[in-house]
C-alpha cells in the first residue's frame, strides 16, 4: 500500500494536505514541517502560493515600461512605506492636490498615481511647480464664484455669470 500511496500523492499535486487550522484544501507541507496555506485568513497563510496552491514567485510587478514622455516634466524624489528613495518624472499640468496626497501622472507609463505629501522629499520644488489658478497679486474668487466656475467646468457648460466670472479669473 505504501508504494500506491506515494503514486497516488504524486498525480494529485504531491505534498498537499488540509491545512491543519482552517481546513483549507491545498495547503502544503514542507520538508522542515511548516505547513504553508493558500487562504488569506489564515495564521500559515503564504502569499508564494497561488490558486491553484502552486508555488509561484512572490514580490510585486511593477509596470516600468512604456512610451510616455512628459512635456513639461516636473521630478519627484520620494520614499515609499518601504523606505525606499523613488525618483518619479511627472507632467507638470497632470499634478493636482487631493487632501494630503498629489496625484500626478508619470513616466514612462503614463499611469496617474497618489504621493503622500509627508514623504515626498522635495515638496516645495513640486508645489512650486503647480499651475496658478490666480495671479500673484489677485484676490481669490468667493465661494460663490468658485461654485459657478466648478459646476460649469464639471459640466461642460456655459452661463453668462460664468462667462463673467471666467473674465476675472481665466486660468481657473
Request: contains cysteine; positive net charge; aromatic residues 8%.
Amino acid at each position: 500500500m505504501g508504494l500506491l500511496d506515494f503514486l497516488l500523492s504524486l498525480l494529485s499535486g504531491g505534498n498537499k494536505i488540509q491545512c491543519p487550522s482552517c481546513g483549507t484544501q491545498g495547503a502544503r507541507k514542507e520538508s522542515d514541517g511548516r505547513v504553508l496555506c493558500k487562504n488569506p485568513s489564515c495564521p500559515y497563510f503564504d502569499a508564494s502560493l497561488g490558486r491553484s496552491g502552486t508555488l509561484r514567485q512572490a514580490g510585486t510587478r511593477l509596470v516600468t515600461e512604456g512610451n510616455y514622455r512628459p512635456t513639461h516634466p516636473v521630478t519627484i524624489r520620494y520614499q515609499n512605506f518601504q523606505g525606499q528613495d523613488r525618483t518619479f518624472t511627472a507632467e507638470q499640468d497632470s499634478l493636482a492636490r487631493k487632501q494630503n496626497h498629489l496625484v500626478a501622472q508619470v513616466a514612462p507609463t503614463g499611469q496617474k498615481i497618489a504621493l503622500s505629501r509627508d514623504r515626498i522629499q522635495n515638496l516645495a520644488e513640486v508645489e512650486s511647480a503647480f499651475r496658478q489658478r490666480v495671479a500673484p497679486d489677485q484676490s481669490w474668487p468667493t465661494p460663490r464664484e468658485r461654485q459657478v466656475l466648478n459646476y460649469h467646468k464639471k459640466n461642460g457648460s456655459t452661463s453668462p455669470l460664468f462667462e463673467k466670472i471666467r473674465g476675472k479669473y481665466p486660468d481657473w
